[in-house]
Every structure is written in C-alpha cells, then in structure tokens.
C-alpha cells in the first residue's frame, strides 16, 4: 500500500491559547515550540495572531531567533488579517516568514462582519498576498467560517478557490471555525474540494463543540487533506480543537494508509507540560494522557490481564512511555491486590490475600480512595505483622502561621534509632515542614522525593465526614507513586502522607 504523508500543525500556541483563561509566557511559548517541532516532531507550530500584544510580539521573537538559527524557521507561522498593511508590519517586526492569513470562507461572514461584496474582499486579498511575497513571506490562506460556508454558501466557497488558486499561496486551511460539521459532511465536503482543486494543499482544522474533532479529522484525511491542525490536550477556543495525543493514537491505529512525522513516545511528555503551563488540568478520564486511562478498575479485567492479556487493547501504554496500573477499591478482585503488591515486592499466602482483599473492599465501600502505598498499613493493621519497617516516625512538631511573617516548621524526626531536629520557613505550614524535613534528610546525605501533584479532598459520606483527604504524587528515582494522609487538619493529613513517603523509601 502507498503510504500518504499528513502533516500535522500545532496550533497550541495560537488557537490553544484562546482557551479562557489560558495565557502562555514568552519563555514558556520559545520551550513549547522547541519541544514540539525537535521532540514531537510535528511539521509546523502556529504560534501567535498578529497585533495581539507586546508580550506576544516578543514571544515570536523569541521563537523566530531560535527557529532561524536552527534552520526551522519556515515552520513557524503566525496568524494575520486582511488590514492593509498592519499585519505585515506586525510580522516583519516578529521575524516570522509563514502567514496564515484570516479570510471569510463564508458569505454570512463576509457580509456581516466585514461588509464586503465577494469582489472587495478578493481585491483586498490579493493585495496583502502581493505585498507578502514582496516582503519575501509564504502565505497559507485560512477560510474562516468554511463549515457554515459549504453548508449556505457554496457558490461563494468555490468563487473564491477558483480566484485563490491563480494566487502565489502555499496552502488553503480549512477551520470548521465553530465546530458543527458531522463526520459525513467532513468527508463529502473536503473530498469535494480535493477533486476540484488537485493543486491546492487542503489542512483541515477541526472544534470540538460535538465532540466530533477526532472523527472529522479521520474524514477529513480519508476525504484527501493534506494536513490536520491539532493542539496538545485539545486546548482551544469553546470547546478546543482535535487532541493532539488522540488524534495520533487514532491515525496510527486505524488508519494504515497515513503516514506522520510524529514521535509518539513525546505525547505525554508534551501533555504534562502543557497541562502545567496553561494552569488547565487534564481530566483524569482523557484518552491516551490522562491519569486514569491505563488503570484496570474492576478485578475480572485485572484477573484477565494475566491470562493472556485478555483485557489489553492496541492503546498499550508503555507506546506513550507509561504504564498499566490496576485500582484499588471495592471494584478490586485478587488480582488488582497481588498486581499492586508485587510492585511492592511483597508476597502473601492466598489465605492472606483474602483477607487484605477483604479489607480494600470494605475502605472503597467507605468511600475512601487506598494508593498502592496503603497496602503495607493494611497488612500491617489486619495480620498483624511488621509488613511496615517503620524506620522513620515524625515524632513532634510545631508549626506556625501568623499575618505578615513566614510560616515556619519546628521538627523532630527519628530515622531508625537516630534523632534528628530542625527549624525551616517556608510559602506555607506544609512548605516549611517540607524545608525543615530537607534539612534533615541532606544531614544524612539523603534526598527526598520530588512531589509532582498534591490533590486534596473532602471525602464524603460513611464515617469519614468531617475529615481531609491529602493525596501526595512523588517522583524518585523514575518511580512515581502517591501516599495518602487522612485527618481533620489538612496540613496533618499531608504530613500523614509524607511520613508514609518517608518509610516507602529503600
Ligand atoms: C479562526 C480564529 O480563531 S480567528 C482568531 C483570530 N485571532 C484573534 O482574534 C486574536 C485575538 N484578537 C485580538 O487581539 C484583537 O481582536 C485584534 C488585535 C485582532 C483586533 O482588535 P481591535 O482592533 O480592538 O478589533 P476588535 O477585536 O474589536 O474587532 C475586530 C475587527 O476586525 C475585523 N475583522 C474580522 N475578521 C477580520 C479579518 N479576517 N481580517 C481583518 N479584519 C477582520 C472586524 O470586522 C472588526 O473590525 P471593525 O472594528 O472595523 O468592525
């Protein structure tokens, strides 16, 4: 089979940052767009609109003095309007060479936002591209509003690719600008396009406001685009644009005939720093990157998966650089126990393994979350055996807090038989034990993990009503693994899971 090569554009930094309430920096826009076209390799990043800000004029800077030293440059794009002579200058003050220049590519558009006949704004069109190419820039021409456009307008749509295509442009990008094409209208009407116009390059560009980005794109592709527009964890305005890590995952998977740049194994890295960048969370349910989709909750898929992987499907974790994790609550069969054990490296007696079972079952009853870290307390409490080598204890502390002073952090630790006591200051009362704990720890020449997440909960229901439920995500020594403290003082319940942090350590 002829494999037919897509190129993929990230469009995060423009169309990902017009999700409310996201704003990126400069810096961290130059780290986003070097990570995506040197790690994840996609084609071209979109970067910006032009006329935006100061802050974001220097961003593009900032990417075009790196893109141009690393010979990328013409992967770089910026999005610009048809206003004379304005964007231009915008452009030639950023350093970026790729327009991608905002047109009407509907009539309800043209006529009412810009108040043009299709002649004017066709005249105004091939004046900003002439003075473009005189200015030694590429242009991609967007068509915005084309959906409704091929839907009410059609006639328009088609006047203005046969006047587009005697123009000097590299490409025609097609945004289904509010997310209301169906998957049928995505095939019919780009492969419309495509046999028409065998000349033009046709990127589609897909919203998610039906949840229908991922299957319009596969249309779209299968139709003959030429390329897809996406953006990491499906940032954009409204509801987003087509998921960069879904989209991938699907082309890979079911569509053999497609061939890409990207680096697969890089999509979860990128995900997690644009999770921590744009301040937006990526819901624990979200394919490919989120927390949740490669735990197996209920015990017969648990049992399955050791018996010839019955319960595993193409989507395997470890293609993304992550891992299969099995769930502890009242869903949790033997398996998910004896799973979670041996990554403890602990083995019990089948009779045992009942028994904790047991016990798991009765705390996911109670509504009340138990980590893989929690096992060893469990043995520990139920059988009455030392499965806990309880080498550090948290023995006394005073914590402070008071307006317009540090919050500071007395403790008193022992570390097997030793004792140990420190003072710290700190953002906030948990900061400061943290500080205090780190002193200690580098008197032992020891380091403590690095904590990636701190989520905190009231659980609900059953007896644990008026408690607060801190659960800590550490990092240390390429293991990530979370502890879980439980008490009616929030900054307790996290020193809870901090000490179970500290005897988790080898
Ligand atoms: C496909 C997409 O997602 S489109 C997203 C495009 N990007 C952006 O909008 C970036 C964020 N926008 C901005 O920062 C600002 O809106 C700016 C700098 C672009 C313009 O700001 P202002 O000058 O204050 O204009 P304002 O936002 O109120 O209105 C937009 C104007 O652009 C006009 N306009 C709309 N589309 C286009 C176009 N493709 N080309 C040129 N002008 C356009 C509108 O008709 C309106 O003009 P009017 O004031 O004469 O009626």
Redesign the pocket.
């Known amino acids: 089979m002829k494999r037919r090569y897509i190129e993929i554009m990230d469009t995060t930094l423009r169309?990902g940052e017009?999700t409310s309430g996201v704003s990126f920096s400069a810096s961290e826009k130059l780290a986003l767009a070097q990570l995506l076209l040197t790690e994840v390799k996609v084609d071209r990043v979109e970067v910006a609109?032009a006329?935006?800000s100061a802050g974001e004029l220097e961003a593009v800077q900032q990417i075009t003095a790196w893109a141009s030293q690393a010979g990328l440059l013409d992967k770089v794009e910026v999005?610009t309007?048809?206003?004379g002579q304005a964007s231009l200058d915008w452009m030639q003050a950023s350093g970026a060479k790729v327009m991608n220049l905002?047109?009407?590519g509907s009539l309800n558009h043209l006529t009412h936002?810009?108040k043009k006949t299709p002649e004017e704004h066709f005249a105004d069109i091939q004046q900003v591209i002439l003075q473009a190419q005189q200015s030694g820039l590429q242009v991609n021409v967007?068509l915005?509003d084309w959906s409704n456009g091929m839907r009410n307008s059609p006639d328009y749509v088609l006047q203005y690719l046969d006047f587009l295509q005697t123009q000097p442009i590299r490409r025609v990008l097609l945004?289904d600008?509010l997310g209301v094409m169906t998957p049928s209208e995505s095939y019919s009407f780009i492969s419309q396009l495509v046999n028409r116009y065998p000349n033009l390059h046709f990127d589609f560009h897909a919203h998610n406001d039906y949840d229908l980005s991922i299957a319009n794109v596969m249309e779209a592709i299968r139709a003959g685009a030429h390329g897809i527009h996406l953006t990491v964890n499906g940032l954009g305005?409204r509801a987003g644009n087509a998921p960069m890590a879904s989209a991938i995952a699907v082309l890979r998977d079911f569509m053999p005939e497609v061939k890409m740049g990207v680096v697969e194994k890089s999509l979860y890295q990128v995900s997690k720093i644009v999770e921590t960048f744009s301040g937006l969370r990526i819901p624990d349910n979200k394919p490919v990157v989120g927390d949740n989709v490669f735990t197996q909750t209920a015990g017969i898929h648990a049992d399955g998966d050791k018996k010839n992987n019955l319960y595993f499907n193409a989507l395997l974790p470890e293609r993304f650089g992550r891992k299969r994790s099995y769930a502890l609550g009242k869903m949790s069969g033997k398996a998910n126990i004896e799973n979670n054990l041996r990554e403890l490296g602990i083995l019990l007696s089948e009779g045992d393994l009942k028994k904790v079972t047991q016990r798991v079952i009765e705390l996911g009853d109670q509504k009340e979350a138990v980590t893989r870290e929690d096992l060893p307390y469990i043995i520990s409490d139920i059988l009455n055996t030392n499965a806990i080598a309880s080498r550090v204890e948290v023995l006394n502390y005073v914590l402070t807090h008071s307006k317009d002073l540090k919050p500071s952090a007395t403790l008193r630790v022992r570390i097997d038989t030793e004792l140990f006591e420190e003072n710290a200051q700190g953002d906030g009362q948990y900061d400061a034990f943290m500080n205090a704990l780190k002193k200690i720890y580098s008197k032992k020449k020891l380091t403590l993990p690095e904590l990636t997440d701190y989520a905190v909960r009231i659980p609900t229901g059953g007896r644990t009503d008026a408690l607060c439920e801190t659960i800590i995500t550490w990092k240390h020594k390429n293991r990530e693994f979370k502890t879980r403290g439980l008490d009616s003082d929030q900054t307790v319940s996290a020193i809870k899971a901090t000490q179970k942090m500290l005897n988790t350590l080898d």
Request: proline fraction near 5%.
């Open positions: 169309d017009q609109s006329r935006v999005l309007f048809v206003d905002l047109t009407k936002q810009l967007y915005e945004p600008t305005e």
